[in-house]
Structure formats: C-alpha cells, structure tokens
C-alpha cells in the first residue's frame, strides 16, 4: 500500500503550520484503557448502518486509515514539531511517566535514526510499544524503569538486562534497532503490525498476540495523529 509523504522545507510556512497545528486538535484526547495488557479493544465508533453499499464503503475508507502511515519529514521544523506534538499529547494521556519521557526525545531519536539510515518510524507505532513494552508503569523497580530502557531492548525473557546510562539512550537505542532491523529492505510499519518479525525472522516479543496489541493501540493513537496531519495538508492547500 502506497504511503502518504508530507514534505516541508519553507521555513516561513513554520509558524502558520503550528498554528493550525494547534488550533485543530483537541488537548484532552481520550486515555487509552488497559494498554499494558494484550487485550485488544473492540471498535466503538463505528458509523450508523444505512445501506450495505454505503456500510461497505465506509469499511473500506477505514481499513485503509487503520493501515498506512503518514511519513513526515524531521529534518524540517514542522516536520519536527509534528512528531513531537503527536508524542507529546499521547504521553499526556498517560497516568504515569516515571521515566519523564517527552515528545522532543522521541522526535529527536526518531530523526537520528533515520539520518543514519534513512528509514522513518512512525510515532504510532513507536509510542504503541513504549506502552506496551512497560515504558510507561508505575513501578519504579519494573525492568523498563530500572534500566533507563523503555522499550525493554535487550531485556530478554532469560532475565537478562540492558542498562543504559540516562532514558534518551534508551529510546534511541529502540530507534536505531527499529531503523536498521526491523524496517526497510522491503520491510514497513504496516507489515509489521501483521507480523513483527525483524529482517531476519526474529520476533521483537515473544507474546503471541503482540501484533493485535500493537494494532490496537497504534488505532488509538491515530485520533490523535490524524487532525495534525489533516491540518498540515490543509494548512499547505492554502499556500500552494
């Protein structure tokens, strides 16, 4: 499936953008329910029946919302801003965040990453893992905590642990092995939230339902990303 690129690289668009970035999107977005466990969550908000035709073209606008991802650019500022602003408002939902973990440390990894190997992360899918993975408990003695290691990245199931020196080392430690293992060469976001095994097979978790609890949290975080992206794109119709 075709992904959807925003590409900004006028500066003087900055401010405008931000603006409408901020202006068109709600600063209270629902909490999650229950994201540490592997539940996944039933959809709510489907549209009322009318015909089948009209049902079925309905499901198929939002199979296809539920499936892509937008890429934006982070070596532009609103590019930038964007991912931090979608990590920034799902973090706020959040009841705990002993870490301090903040949308700038996720943008800012995230743009690493990708300017070592040119492969972008979508802040969906990786802020769907920081809850899963445990990076957001609040447990100061979970392993997550303890390690500075948010997204458990060499804590494995035979007990053994990874530290790291301070959380921004640990959340690009996840972008960088995203970035080089688990996508490009063929690989992308979309395919993983069917099968998350990196270029070589190996599963990211071994709990065997962690696609559909992947899935279902990246779907909640997508009533989020979605008005920004939207109001990027209209904000761009004005100017162009």
């Known amino acids: 499936m075709k992904k959807t690129a925003i590409i900004i690289s006028e500066q003087q668009f900055y401010n405008m953008v931000r603006n409408a970035i901020l202006t068109g999107v709600d600063d209270?977005?629902?909490?999650?329910?229950?994201?540490?466990?592997?539940?996944?969550?039933?959809?709510?908000?489907?549209?009322?029946a009318t015909t089948a035709k009209s049902n079925a073209k309905a499901k198929q606008s939002t199979q296809k919302s539920n499936e892509q991802f937008t890429t934006l650019d982070l070596n532009t500022p609103v590019g930038f801003r964007a991912y931090v602003d979608i990590c920034s408002r799902y973090i706020n939902t959040r009841k705990s965040n002993l870490l301090k973990i903040t949308g700038d440390m996720m943008a800012n990894a995230a743009k690493n990453a990708f300017n070592k190997t040119g492969v972008y992360v979508?802040?969906?899918?990786?802020?769907?893992?920081?809850?899963i993975e445990g990076g957001f408990v609040n447990n100061p003695n979970a392993r997550?905590?303890?390690?500075?290691?948010?997204?458990?990245?060499?804590n494995?199931?035979?007990?053994?642990?990874?530290?790291?020196?301070?959380?921004?080392?640990?959340?690009?430690?996840?972008?960088d092995?995203?970035?080089?293992?688990?996508?490009?060469?063929?690989?992308?976001?979309?395919s993983l939230l069917n099968n998350f095994v990196n270029k070589s097979g190996r599963r990211y978790a071994s709990a065997p339902n962690y696609e559909s609890s992947v899935k279902s949290?990246?779907?909640q975080i997508r009533n989020i990303s979605?008005?920004?992206?939207?109001?990027?794109?209209?904000?761009i119709n004005k100017l162009s």
């Open 28 to 48: 209270q977005p629902e909490e999650d329910s229950e994201v540490e466990s592997n539940d996944s969550q039933p959809d709510d908000n489907k549209p009322p």
């Open 156 to 175: 494995v199931d035979t007990g053994a642990n990874k530290f790291l020196p301070d959380v921004s080392s640990g959340i690009q430690l996840y972008y």
């Open 226 to 235: 979605a008005p920004i992206y939207a109001n990027i794109n209209k904000t």
């Open 177 to 190: 092995k995203m970035a080089k293992l688990y996508l490009g060469d063929g690989k992308t976001p979309e």
């Open 217 to 219: 949290i990246v779907n």
């Open 144 to 154: 997550p905590i303890r390690t500075k290691n948010p997204f458990n990245v060499g």
């Open 122 to 131: 979508p802040p969906e899918l990786a802020l769907a893992q920081l809850a």
